[in-house]
């Protein structure tokens, strides 16, 4: 008996240095991850069209983002706003303001100015939702005097758009889970 | 007229053989005895012995003593019961006068079990067990195992909302305490602090806590205490016995059921048990709390066989399944979200309507425990015993997200674990010592599918260790001591920010060493002095977690610099009779650790496209927790009894010269309880007032937390148990109970819901058992 038991003992001990020793992990498809939000902002008339782009390829963590602004917004003038969503960590890379129009219900994006462009860069929503409710992806954007400030653009998943202030772009009450939050130096001139 | 000859000189021969039967069976057999208490051997005065197959019983005089005549040879069950005890069937033989002394396991005082004998199996370690007995665990009945254990004092609970809650031993938890689920330590994913041990308490019979210095026999993550989850003895009986429970709760509409059953074949042993749980939203006193359902199944068996004195061996398997809601309105995203989530009087999203419905967030979590324990005795003083056990924890989180993906887990774990412990013991007059080896292996797998860097990574853990444990024993003294090295090797491949995988191994070294002294001051009073140094190397988590967790809202950085945890601690414990009708325990400790590892938020927040978050990382400080936790138990009259316990923990972050985070406020605890006998039909009513009440944290860093504690509060609780019979003598207990019965709003420090949500209201529940 007691032999047997040490033997038992012995051959589950052996089994066990069998259990493997090596890990390949799967590299996983961020397929959700936002690298790139791009504001691009086209005079209706005539004008030099200016972008802000925040880029974080690598995601949270990693390198800091590169936020970066081409052209010059001019003091009286009228653009149309475009938002673009985009994932560059794979190739290709995602357009996820697709999955945004998709799901309009349960996104909206807003516009805060603080600095000295408050008044004098309004942002207004130019897209409706399937409730009628704004969206955020297209906007009207019109500039008066000159100054610099700051943009803060959100994006917010499942808000409450029936909340007091959300549907004319006050964030106050939205609610719902930040999916994009960025800053934007603002110089008009 | 021969056949008519035969037909008479049959019946003749039948009558005669009637007769003589009859007459050998004597139906005058007396059964007499004694009913005394399991750990005192004292005489339990009108304790009732009941004879099932006879519909008869008696009740003992004032020594406890009793006699049954007129019985006739065979075998019956015998219900013994009496006030305050659990009720015990007994199996027994009786085919000639037979004396019987029978053991109850008195519940007046839940705990103190200072074994000066008892072999290494039952004594862990050299500190005082504080156990909680079927009884009690009847009456906590539809809590979760780590609310339970609140019950004994110095235990709290570390929570992330109503659910999710997790044990914290004098002020340590995750991967400082052990649980020991059936022998085997659980292996899950401990390191979260929105991880919930995934053990159903309804499969263990008893759970027992030891307090610190138990990391010798096993592991050193068992630094701060081990919880012990174990099945009672099943007894020779060769029927099916057991009982059944259910639990139904106001808040959250909760209905719960658990049977047990036992029965004894002649080559094994069986005992199975099965519950489940089903809850929606649970309420605060002035909203509900949208999304906090939750659903458990659990199932266990075991099967042992004890047919040769020399060799013993018990199979146990248990299944657990749990599906747990997170409050929908603590997800949120950025720290813009959460300082506005602070602000709100009511969270977010929170509805109206009461709903079972689970949605995301959510966890769900399957676990598998297969054990194998074998004892073999060499001979009356020296065996040897193995135990196997194999585990496999698959853990998924669901979160909120885009396009779909709700159904996709967020995070989803697979760890399959292996345990393997093998010791020798030997005693002789005053010497006992254990040496043992032991390996464990666990194997931790991203299940791919997730679309999300993995927090943790891929791992396997490898631990190989060697423990030797001696006792010696004096007249009124013990000492023990105990040795533990430990080598382990990680294997971990990591994806970075790149998405490169990287993979490391690295090794530690490291050793556990106490001292213990168990002495009889007198007949009443004991105690124990335990010193005890653990060096406890980091863990995969807290040297390679990477991004966000969303049960934290922080991104957190592990530190593959870290060393291992120097805990150096002492605990002395008391307990003793101070007067007939008073007894008093108690349990005062420090401990210096030296490296002890935590998530420190770091000062800058990191932009993200989503916004800034906090940012936390693994860093090693010195510590130093001292404190302790004092019960007293007045019996001020033969039926009334009064209980008060006290805890608390001065703990300090030396290198930051300030307090440390997480530690249990200032607890106390008073109970008062009445219980009282036979009064028409029935047998037993005890009543129990109790109150509790938690102090506000002061001791903190306000710079590590996003909000300071919360303020001080106290509860009331009621609850009522009536005990009747049924016509055979078995029991039924019915409970009623009341929890926060003044509706009071309050918020715990230790809750991460604190920072969304007030604490669950009042709470009625129904609690019936039966046993059979």
């Not at chain 2, 085919?95 to 004998?117: A, G, P, S, Y």
């Not at chain 2, 009543?687 to 303020?711: C, I, R």
Request: net charge negative; aromatic share 10%.
């Amino acid at each position: 008996m007691n032999t047997k038991f040490l033997t038992f003992g012995m051959s589950i001990a052996i089994l066990a240095l069998f259990s493997s020793c090596d890990k390949d992990p799967v590299v996983p498809n961020e397929e959700e991850l936002i690298t790139t939000v791009n504001y691009t902002l086209t005079p209706v008339s005539t004008g030099q069209t200016v972008t802000y782009t925040f880029l974080d390829i690598d995601g949270d963590g990693g390198n800091a983002p590169i936020i970066s602004t081409i052209g010059e917004l001019k003091s009286g003038t009228s653009y149309n706003g475009v938002l673009t969503l985009l994932n560059e960590a794979g190739n290709p890379s995602q357009n996820i303001t697709e999955e945004i129009e998709a799901e309009d219900k349960d996104h909206q994006l807003f516009f805060a100015v603080s600095g000295g462009t408050v008044g004098k860069m309004v942002i207004s929503y130019d897209d409706k939702d399937a409730n009628n409710q704004p969206l955020g992806l297209k906007t009207k954007v019109s500039t008066t005097g000159t100054g610099t400030g700051k943009l803060m653009i959100t994006l917010r998943h499942l808000p409450n758009k029936s909340a007091t202030g959300v549907s004319t772009g006050n964030i106050t009450n939205a609610g719902g889970e930040t999916d994009i939050e960025v800053n934007f130096d603002i110089v008009i001139k | 007229m021969l056949s008519t000859n035969i037909r008479k000189f049959l019946s003749l021969t039948f009558i005669i053989f009637l007769f003589l039967n009859a007459w050998s069976q004597d139906c005058h057999i007396m059964l007499s005895g004694k009913v005394v208490d399991q750990h005192d051997e004292e005489n339990l005065e009108f304790a009732t012995v009941y004879i099932q197959e006879l519909n008869s019983g008696t009740v003992c005089d004032s020594l406890g003593q009793f006699t049954l005549g007129e019985i006739c040879p065979g075998k019956y069950h015998i219900i013994v019961s009496h006030l305050g005890c659990e009720s015990k069937n007994y199996y027994i033989s009786i085919m000639e006068n037979t004396h019987q002394i029978f053991h109850l396991e008195h519940h007046e005082e839940l705990m103190d079990e200072v074994e000066i004998t008892g072999d290494a199996s039952q004594s862990k370690t050299g500190l005082n067990k504080n156990t909680i007995k079927k009884e009690i665990l009847f009456e906590q009945a539809g809590k979760s195992l780590s609310e339970i254990l609140t019950s004994i004092p110095g235990v709290s609970t570390l929570k992330s909302g109503p659910n999710l809650s997790k044990p914290m031993i004098q002020g340590m938890y995750g991967n400082r305490v052990t649980i020991l689920n059936h022998g085997i330590p659980q292996e899950g994913q401990q390191w979260g602090n929105d991880h919930a041990p995934e053990i159903d308490p309804n499969t263990a019979d008893k759970i027992s806590v030891y307090k610190g210095a138990s990391a010798i026999r096993f592991g050193l993550q068992a630094i701060g205490g081990i919880v012990i989850l174990e099945p009672e003895e099943i007894p020779k009986d060769p029927h099916w016995h057991g009982s059944y429970q259910t639990t139904l709760q106001t808040n959250g509409l909760n209905f719960s059921g658990a049977a047990t059953v036992r029965k004894s074949y002649d080559l094994a042993k069986i005992r199975l048990t099965g519950g489940f749980a089903k809850s929606g939203d649970k309420k605060t006193p002035d909203y509900f709390l949208t999304n906090t359902g939750n659903s458990d199944i659990s199932f266990s068996i075991i099967v042992s066989n004890h047919t040769s004195n020399k060799w013993k061996r018990l199979f146990y398997y248990s299944y657990f399944y749990n599906k747990n809601g997170i409050l929908r309105g603590s997800h949120i995203g950025n720290v813009t979200d959460l300082e506005e989530a602070f602000s709100r009087k009511v969270p977010f999203y929170t509805e109206d309507k009461f709903s079972y419905n689970i949605d995301v967030p959510r966890q769900e979590v399957n676990h598998h425990l297969a054990k194998y324990n074998t004892k073999y005795f060499i001979n009356e003083s020296s065996n040897f015993n193995l135990d196997i056990g194999i585990q496999v924890n698959q853990r998924s989180e669901f979160d909120i997200r885009r396009s779909n993906r709700n159904d996709k887990p967020a995070l989803d774990l697979n760890l399959f674990s292996q345990y393997y412990d093998l010791y020798y013991f030997k005693q002789s007059d005053n010497l006992e010592y254990t040496a043992g080896i032991q390996y464990r292996n666990a194997n931790n797998t991203n299940v791919p599918g997730t679309g999300i860097l993995p927090l943790i990574p891929d791992y396997i853990n490898n631990t190989g260790a060697g423990y030797l444990i001696s006792k010696y024993k004096m007249k009124n003294i013990q000492i023990e001591s105990g040795l533990r090295v430990e080598f382990r090797n990680y294997f971990v491949a990591k994806i970075n920010n790149n998405k490169e995988i990287i993979k490391y191994r690295l090794n530690y070294l490291n050793w556990a060493a106490n001292l213990g002294l168990k002495s009889s001051i007198s007949k009443d009073i004991k105690t124990v002095v335990d010193i005890s140094f653990t060096n406890r190397p980091p863990e995969v988590n807290e040297l390679f977690s990477n991004g966000l967790h969303q049960g934290v809202s922080g991104i957190e950085e592990g530190n593959i610099q870290l060393k291992a945890e120097n805990s150096f601690k002492i605990v002395n414990e008391w307990d003793g009779k101070i007067s007939p009708s008073t007894n008093i325990t108690a349990s005062l400790f420090y401990n210096r650790i030296s490296n002890y590892i935590y998530l420190q938020p770091q000062k800058e927040f990191r932009l993200t496209i989503r916004g800034a978050f906090p940012v936390f990382k693994y860093i090693g400080t010195d510590a130093l927790l001292a404190g302790g936790d004092i019960k007293l138990i007045h019996n001020l009259t033969h039926h009334l009894q009064a209980s008060s316990g006290l805890s608390y923990i001065y703990a300090k972050n030396i290198t930051q010269n300030s307090g440390l985070i997480r530690i249990p406020p200032l607890n106390l605890q008073l109970n008062l309880s009445y219980t009282f006998g036979k009064f028409w039909k029935i047998h037993e009513i005890k009543t129990v007032l109790g109150f509790s009440y938690d102090a506000k944290q002061t001791n903190v860093d306000l710079n590590e937390d996003f909000l300071n504690p919360p303020d001080e509060y106290y509860l009331v609780n009621i609850s009522t148990k009536f005990r009747l019979k049924t016509g055979k003598g078995n029991d039924i207990d019915i409970q009623f109970r009341a929890e926060n019965l003044l509706n009071n709003t309050y918020r715990q420090y230790l809750n991460r819901l604190r920072y969304f949500a007030d604490e669950t209201g009042s709470n009625f529940s129904l609690n019936i058992k039966s046993y059979f």
